[in-house]
């Protein structure tokens, strides 16, 4: 037990009180304070991310701490560091953040030992001991060592393996390790040329194994390019951001052309994300990798927007009022979410998951909160359930 809910218990009043976009307002939780504990810095430690985010991470005595033993801690930017003063050999009050993620609050002067330096952070990545670079006012910390550094270089071709991305099974984190140490595979661009007998060769691969391995792989190369621009691990482009930019762009190299102006006219992508995005195209080692794979068969269907799916209610070609349109849905409606999600997308429409001035219609079904009044706030359109359909042609949609 880590906390306590409070509710109003009247439901009259719950429904007077409604709901925000998150959370009703007739619930309030609270947790409880964070178990603390004191121990000392060993050592500061610096860790390389799939992107070349520089993390240092606190080497700590283990202390037990709400539950757990607690021998690490981020302490997430240079900036932090120096905001709490920290240094290797200081005692520090340590806590579970949410009684799950260690962090260090605050470090106690009083037992500074003597001989203690302050930190310096390092100006060379610790793996491939390239140039370290600032982005962001100089808060996050990168590598530049792009593919070329191996921490960034083992994280990729996991990232690009993975479930979501082009879903490679059975290629896990230690075979990746295993084929990049052993120098099998230098991009995520050389899976493909992999063979039954070069994997069968490595310690724990049988023949058998290995064949099914690379029926996987050959499986992998027919994807979506949703899914192809979520593998290529580009800063800050996740899952519905990637499928926001393959909706809009329809053709890779229309999106690799697309400059920082026409990027940041696409729903829930700003100056920032924009800025990532052709930062990554721009540069040519990533560019020859996306060359080479394609020349290795990668490829995906072109999709027609409005074509029917199987599985799904038909949507109206002759009257179609959502096409080009950018749009968002809140609220609690009759049929499922992702079903109405697959609805507008059939018809032509882009979803998204904020409302701005570029939102064309916002749709609202029952306890719709803050996005229903952002979007009376900017003026944008908004439709009940039965208005969507009803545009749709769908009126006779019932529920399963």
């Excluded at 809910?5 to 009180?17: E, G, I």
């Excluded at 140039?131 to 990168?142: D, H």
Aim: charged share 25%.
């Amino acid at each position: 037990m880590d906390g306590i809910v409070y509710k109003v218990a009247n439901l009259d009043w719950q429904k007077q009180l409604g709901f925000t976009a998150k959370a009703p307002r007739w619930a309030i939780a609270y947790k409880f304070p964070s178990q603390e504990a004191t121990t000392q810095i060993e050592a500061i430690d610096i860790q390389v991310g799939r992107t070349g985010a520089i993390t240092p991470v606190a080497r700590l005595t283990p202390v037990f701490v709400g539950g757990v033993t607690v021998s690490n801690a981020t302490l997430h930017n240079r900036n932090e560091i120096q905001r709490l003063n920290i240094r290797v050999g200081d005692f520090v009050i340590v806590r579970r953040a949410g009684d799950v993620i260690p962090e260090i609050v605050s470090v106690i002067q009083s037992k500074r030992p003597d001989n203690t330096v302050e930190y310096t952070f390092p100006e060379q990545c610790p793996v491939c001991d390239s140039r370290i670079v600032y982005q962001g006012e100089e808060i996050i910390a990168r590598c530049s060592g792009g593919l070329f550094c191996h921490a960034q270089k083992v994280r990729s071709i996991i990232h690009f393996v993975s479930r979501k991305a082009m879903d490679i099974e059975g290629m896990g984190e230690k075979l990746v390790e295993q084929l990049v140490s052993e120098g099998l595979i230098n991009t995520v661009a050389d899976l493909y040329r992999l063979d039954v007998e070069t994997l069968s060769r490595l310690e724990g691969k049988a023949e058998k194994s290995a064949g099914n391995l690379i029926k996987a792989i050959d499986i992998s190369r027919t994807t979506t390019l949703a899914r192809f621009v979520y593998a290529l691990g580009i800063p800050q482009v996740g899952e519905t951001t990637a499928e926001i930019l393959a909706e809009t762009f329809v053709d890779l190299d229309c999106l690799m052309d697309a400059n920082e102006e026409q990027l940041v006219e696409v729903p829930d992508i700003g100056p920032i994300v924009s800025r990532d995005i052709t930062a990554f195209f721009d540069q040519p080692h990533n560019q020859e990798v996306i060359q080479d794979l394609r020349k290795l068969g990668i490829n995906w269907p072109r999709e027609d927007p409005v074509s029917e799916m199987p599985g799904e209610f038909p949507v109206s070609k002759e009257f179609n009022p959502f096409r080009n349109k950018t749009v968002v849905l809140t609220g609690t409606l009759s049929i499922p979410r992702d079903q109405a999600k697959s609805m507008l997308k059939q018809a032509g429409a882009k979803v998204t998951g904020s409302v701005s001035k570029r939102t064309d219609y916002v749709i609202t079904g029952e306890q719709a909160g803050s996005k229903a009044e952002k979007a009376k706030s900017l003026e944008v359109p908004l439709l009940d359930e039965a208005q969507f359909l009803k545009m749709l042609g769908e009126q006779e949609i019932t529920t399963q």
